[in-house]
């Protein structure tokens, strides 16, 4: 992963509902892990799509991100390995 005070962020252009996604994408490709860039290139890009199809408000974007930080609490190690078996 690129160190914070080594990331270049890119020229932008005025943000719009149809040039966010690339934006966000440009800004996020700054790793020098191949594979979390791809990762995170498909999960904007997955998120934005969903953002846009269901026209969500800010209050139940906050809602979808407390269930998923709850999710992530109450996730452990044997929580983990208990669910694979």
């Given at each position: 992963?690129?160190?914070?005070?080594?990331?270049?962020?890119?020229?932008?252009?005025?943000?719009?509902?149809d040039?966010?996604?690339?934006?966000?994408?440009?800004?996020?490709?700054?790793?020098?892990?191949?594979?979390?860039?791809?990762?995170?290139?498909?999960?904007?890009?997955?998120i934005?799509?969903?953002?846009?199809?269901?026209?969500?408000s800010?209050?139940?974007?906050?809602?979808?991100?407390?269930?998923?930080?709850?999710?992530?609490?109450i996730?452990?190690?044997?929580?983990?390995?208990?669910?694979?078996?």
């Amino acid at each position: 992963m690129t160190a914070p005070d080594k990331v270049t962020i890119p020229a932008l252009l005025d943000l719009t509902i149809d040039n966010i996604t690339p934006n966000t994408v440009k800004i996020n490709s700054q790793s020098s892990d191949r594979r979390l860039t791809y990762l995170m290139e498909r999960l904007v890009t997955h998120i934005h799509d969903f953002a846009r199809e269901t026209r969500i408000s800010t209050e139940e974007w906050m809602a979808g991100l407390v269930f998923l930080v709850q999710c992530g609490q109450i996730s452990s190690d044997v929580r983990q390995a208990m669910e694979r078996n």
